[in-house]
């Protein structure tokens, strides 16, 4: 389960980027101490303040009381629409904590300590404040962790006052975290829960994302009378629109993008399409190519064109021009009328359709094979089918940050518990598919101070208008769920971890009637994963080495579930690690690899060279009269 959305740190560059455009005032020193309000001679000047355009104010609210209106009114009516809920916690947060709570007060003299720690730190940081005030230089008791940019203003450091702010709200954060971490005896579940959620509530109460503690934000009202807050409300009420009542943000000008046209560009022909999938096979740039070709198999919790957002950094016109006959396939945003396709559905009608439809565009029956998070879950399922029928049309595997073995799933398995589940059911037996927004949600909170409270911040506080970023317009353009593939999918890999159970297990997984065994998988296998990944972890992806049969390369990019994966080797931005040897411990792996500069895109081309260099006449696509790449399937849009 990812959202190869997403993702999350090339998004979370973009989130920035998004609010880079209210730093034409963040002027450091002087800007600084003006909105911070010091004594002069660097105190405020009375001019710098602006009173706000009555007329506008008057606009506003009368915009505000209309569309106010008719916001309530479709909340209403959505939640009229719905059955209530079966719990008033559907998320069971409230025993995880009472659980928590309960252990602590079992230990008092732990807490005693925290809070005594606490204390101290606090005392310390008041006297160096003081004395920072009367002249002296004082070091800080406490700095936020490096890339966190919610205190990139001068002004959380230049001024007393909001460095004071910033490092009590550290200290408080830390004692938060700290205090729920150190709570002894409680399940991994439960102990996981509480960890995350205490981690959103710490994010959400940031100085950073309120008027009265932001500098940035002060210094923006005092500069346009107020106007930012009123542009911001505008912008709060076009979000609610969006959401019918729901709050969602927006995070991008997706006005800017359109798919076919300055995304997901790359030519080619639809080759053929069934109820699930389009086949685009795309057009050649060399005289020959590799004799084997090249399918890859996205996720259809997102939409492929993560891998052809632009030509500099899209993946498959970089294949296209290194001589593969580039397929990708390119998933249905599924309805109400696919609710009962199931796993095997997408097994059936993904790539054993597409293995018959290359072989009828180019006469090639083998193929190597990509497949990208759920996408590389679905080919590691059909290889393991496949071996048990004796088909050896795919003869290498190459898997994006996928797992396999789901014991050690991440954050993610906060979202997935028996109660959780149910509910998860439950709004899917409604629709007959999960809405694309609340898997969105879902990824978005586990990069919430980039995902979400940053564009709060910019687009609510300043008032600005999201950055365009092709990256989170893909993020934004969400993919629905069919109600049985998906309670399939969390049930017996996610929360039961059946896939990684030998076929004459009673609980193994069975599709399309062949219990599947994934260490009878004997192809040659690629595994990129990558470090910072929050959605597929790395040393779960990696356990993966001690399942396939056949002889198996593991590479590490850095940087995460995305931007590690979409690293052009243009780019020059991401290292990568290597290591011929696989041990069974992860970190064992990594202390004998070794860190090589750049994409490890020419590490993979080299690795499917040398299993086959044969090469052949290019192959143009032919013309079934289903239409141009990037086809129609990519275009439908999730109305939720």
Same mark, same amino acid.
């Given at each position: ?17 998004? %609010?880079?455009?209210? /730093?034409?005032? $963040?002027?450091?020193?002087?800007? #600084? &101490?003006?909105?911070? @309000?010091?004594?002069? +001679? ?74 005594? %720690?606490?204390?101290? /730190?606090?005392? $310390?940081?008041?006297?160096?404040? #003081? &004395?920072?005030?009367? @002249?002296?230089?004082? +070091? ?501």
């Amino acid at each position: 389960m990812a959202q190869d959305s997403g993702a999350g740190e090339a998004k979370a560059g973009a989130a920035k980027a998004g %609010g880079a455009k209210g /730093d034409e005032g $963040t002027a450091g020193g002087t800007a #600084a &101490r003006e909105a911070a @309000g010091q004594a002069r +001679p660097n105190g405020t000047d009375p001019a710098s303040f602006r009173l706000p355009d009555p007329a506008l104010v008057s606009r506003t609210m009368a915009d505000v009381a209309e569309r106010g209106q008719r916001i309530v009114g479709d909340f209403l009516k959505r939640q009229a629409e719905g059955a209530p809920a079966s719990s008033p916690d559907p998320l069971h947060i409230g025993s995880a904590f009472l659980d928590m709570t309960t252990r602590l007060m079992a230990n008092p003299a732990r807490l005693v300590q925290a809070q005594i %720690g606490f204390w101290q /730190d606090y005392l $310390t940081l008041w006297q160096n404040t #003081a &004395r920072r005030m009367m @002249g002296a230089p004082t +070091p800080p008791v406490i700095e936020e962790t490096k890339g966190d940019k919610r205190f990139k203003d001068d002004a959380w450091r230049e001024n007393e006052v909001f460095d004071f702010i910033r490092q009590s709200y550290l200290l408080s954060a830390r004692y938060f975290t700290n205090v729920v971490q150190g709570a002894e005896g409680l399940d991994n579940k439960t102990a996981q829960k509480v960890d995350f959620y205490t981690r959103q509530f710490v994010d959400a109460m940031s100085p950073s994302n309120f008027l009265m503690t932001n500098p940035e934000v002060l210094r923006r009202t005092a500069e346009t009378g107020g106007e930012n807050l009123l542009k911001g409300l505008s912008n709060l009420l076009a979000d609610l629109e969006r959401g019918k009542g729901n709050l969602r943000i927006r995070m991008t000008d997706d006005s800017k993008f359109k798919v076919g046209e300055n995304i997901a560009v790359t030519p080619g022909k639809v080759v053929h399409r069934n109820a699930l999938m389009e086949l685009i096979q795309y057009t050649p740039t060399t005289d020959k190519v590799l004799k084997r070709p090249l399918l890859i198999l996205p996720p259809w919790i997102n939409k492929f064109y993560i891998l052809d957002l632009r030509p500099k950094n899209s993946f498959i016109r970089w294949a296209v021009e290194q001589g593969h006959t580039v397929f990708v396939v390119s998933w249905v945003n599924p309805d109400e009328h696919l609710a009962d396709k199931g796993f095997e559905d997408y097994m059936r009608e993904g790539p054993y359709a597409a293995l018959d439809a290359i072989e009828a565009a180019t006469g090639e029956k083998s193929v190597n094979a990509i497949g990208y998070c759920l996408g590389g879950t679905l080919l590691a399922c059909t290889l393991a089918h496949m071996a048990a029928r004796k088909d050896t049309r795919i003869k290498s595997a190459t898997y994006f940050v996928t797992m396999t073995d789901f014991e050690e799933a991440g954050e993610l398995g906060v979202f997935i518990d028996e109660e959780q589940l149910l509910g998860i059911e439950e709004k899917m037996s409604k629709k007959g598919f999960l809405e694309g927004r609340e898997m969105a949600t879902t990824f978005n909170m586990l990069r919430a101070n980039d995902l979400i409270w940053s564009f709060v911040v910019n687009n609510y506080l300043l008032g600005q208008e999201p950055f365009p970023f092709d990256l989170l317009y893909w993020n934004d353009d969400s993919t629905r769920m069919p109600a049985k593939m998906h309670s399939f999918y969390l049930r017996r890999m996610y929360q039961q971890n059946d896939l990684v159970k030998p076929a004459f297990d009673p609980g193994a997984i069975e599709l399309d009637g062949v219990k599947i065994d994934l260490r009878k998988i004997k192809v040659p296998s690629y595994l990129i994963s990558t470090r910072e990944d929050h959605i597929a972890p790395w040393k779960s992806t990696y356990r993966a080495t001690q399942i396939y049969g056949g002889k198996t390369r593991f590479v590490l990019a850095a940087s995460g579930h995305i931007a590690g994966v979409v690293n052009s080797p243009d780019s020059g931005k991401y290292s990568h690690w290597v290591n011929t040897s696989l041990p069974a411990d992860p970190d064992e792996w990594f202390q004998g690899a070794t860190e090589l500069a750049g994409s490890w895109w020419p590490d993979w081309q080299r690795w499917v060279l040398a299993l086959d260099k044969t090469m052949v006449p290019a192959r143009p696509p032919a013309d079934p009269g289903l239409g141009d790449a990037p086809g129609s399937y990519v275009k439908v849009i999730a109305k939720d």
